[in-house]
Structure formats: structure tokens, C-alpha cells
């Protein structure tokens, strides 16, 4: 999937935020004391989607699909480590949605426009 995601940006409205998924050993890993993917914990993964696909400026039509998701593990939650994921994920010209993490503050630095929005129960 990695290999796949290098080959093309995301553009338009997209939406950024992170998720921790918690990774565990196959038998077989944990059997040969296999290290690293097999290690068992959270991992913080950047997720990045097409939200909100926009209008086919030539066209005039709006697709009715998302075109494409990106994952991508991060080491850190650091500014830096998210705006350089950023830097590689998305178009220059795009909109992106994010949470107000203090993480996420130089973004608007990268898009054409960043919007935040506070997560509660509502928005969430």
C-alpha cells in the first residue's frame, strides 16, 4: 500500500488527523522473537482523506466518491514530523480540516486553507 501511496498527492478538501491502532505479534512472530512490525503497542498513524471530493472546474460535475486514503505510521506527533508528512501528502492548492492540535499549527503555512475545528461529542 506504501508503495502505492508515493505515486500521487491528495487535492482538494481533505481531512487530517491522527489515530493510534494497536499492533500485535503474529504466533509466528512472537514464536521466532521477530522485532519491529510484530512489536506489540500503539503505533500513531497520520490518516489523510479526500473529504470532500470539489467540482470538475472544466466539467462542471462532482464526483460522488472519495478518490483516495492515505496511512501512514509516524515515529512522532511533533509539528515538525506531521508538517513534513503533510509536505509529501497533499497539493499546495488544498483545503484541509483538522482538530485544533497544537500539532497541526503550521499547516496553514503548506495549504491554501486550513480550517480547525474543536472535536467535542457533536462534532466528533
Same mark, same amino acid.
Given at each position: 500500500?506504501?508503495?502505492?501511496?508515493?505515486?500521487?498527492?491528495?487535492?482538494?478538501?481533505? *481531512? +487530517?488527523?491522527?489515530?493510534? +491502532?494497536? !499492533?500485535?505479534?503474529? *504466533? +509466528?512472530?512472537? =514464536?521466532?522473537?521477530?522485532?519491529?512490525?510484530?512489536? !506489540?503497542? &500503539?503505533?500513531? !498513524?497520520?490518516? @489523510?482523506?479526500?473529504?470532500?471530493?470539489?467540482?470538475?472546474? =472544466? @466539467?462542471?460535475?462532482?464526483? &460522488?466518491?472519495?478518490?483516495? +486514503?492515505?496511512?501512514?505510521?509516524?515515529?512522532?506527533? &511533533? &509539528?515538525?514530523?506531521?508538517?513534513?508528512?503533510?509536505?509529501?501528502?497533499?497539493?499546495?492548492?488544498?483545503?484541509?480540516?483538522?482538530?485544533?492540535? @497544537?500539532?497541526?499549527?503550521?499547516?496553514?503555512?503548506?495549504?491554501?486553507?486550513?480550517?480547525?475545528?474543536?472535536? =467535542?461529542?457533536? @462534532?466528533?
Amino acid at each position: 500500500m506504501s508503495n502505492r501511496d508515493v505515486r500521487y498527492t491528495l487535492e482538494g478538501m481533505i *481531512e +487530517f488527523n491522527k489515530g493510534y +491502532f494497536t !499492533v500485535e505479534a503474529s *504466533e +509466528f512472530e512472537k =514464536d521466532k522473537g521477530i522485532r519491529g512490525r510484530g512489536v !506489540v503497542g &500503539k503505533q500513531n !498513524v497520520a490518516i @489523510t482523506a479526500e473529504s470532500i471530493p470539489l467540482e470538475d472546474i =472544466d @466539467t462542471g460535475k462532482k464526483p &460522488k466518491h472519495c478518490r483516495y +486514503f492515505k496511512a501512514k505510521v509516524l515515529e512522532t506527533h &511533533k &509539528k515538525e514530523d506531521v508538517t513534513q508528512e503533510l509536505k509529501q501528502t497533499i497539493e499546495e492548492t488544498t483545503i484541509v480540516f483538522s482538530d485544533q492540535s @497544537t500539532s497541526y499549527v503550521d499547516i496553514a503555512d503548506y495549504v491554501e486553507l486550513h480550517i480547525t475545528e474543536k472535536s =467535542d461529542k457533536n @462534532t466528533t
